[in-house]
């Protein structure tokens, strides 16, 4: 097994980061943050949109912060094609109409606060991503 990029500090650090967002905007204004919910609300929801489109900011200005301290962009690889992107795109949103809730929501968030629901679809997504994957390196070869 091929371990790519291995960062286990980063990856502390950015969970720890996510983790006190999360517990941050919980105790400021009582929301969950479920990436996918907070972008549909911004875009569709009559109101309650301007800390969503702050966070959507904050989210999207996270590489350029990094290019300002580090003077170099995050590397970026994406090893597929433009068309498996959409596809996988169009499926993950699929998944998360059909979950209630995307990853970042019910792992992050439900299982915190002991949602039932989210002990459901934290497992589900985790094994429909450990078949994606082994579907994909063994059967069609990638």
Do not use: K, Q
């Not at 950015?14 to 929301?31: D, F, K, T």
């Not at 996270?62 to 690889?77: C, K, Q, R, S």
């Not at 792992?107 to 991503?129: D, E, K, Q």
Request: aromatic fraction near 10%; charged fraction near 10%; glycine fraction near 14%.
């Amino acid at each position: 097994m091929e371990i790519v990029n291995f960062t286990p500090l980063a990856s502390l650090f950015g969970g720890v980061l996510i983790g006190l967002a999360a517990v941050l905007l919980m105790a400021a204004i009582g929301r969950v943050m479920g990436a996918t919910g907070i972008l549909s609300a911004a875009i569709f929801a009559e109101d309650d949109r301007a800390w969503r489109w702050a966070l959507l900011a904050g989210m999207i200005s996270g590489p350029a912060f990094y290019l300002m301290v580090t003077g170099d962009w995050p590397e970026i690889t994406v090893p597929v094609s433009t068309l498996a992107l959409i596809v996988g795109g169009f499926l993950v949103g699929l998944g998360v109409s059909y979950g209630s809730g995307c990853t970042s929501g019910h792992g992050v968030c439900g299982l915190a606060r002991l949602s039932p629901r989210s002990f459901v679809a934290v497992p589900t997504f985790m094994a429909t991503t450990a078949l994606t994957v082994y579907v994909v390196r063994h059967v069609f070869g990638g």
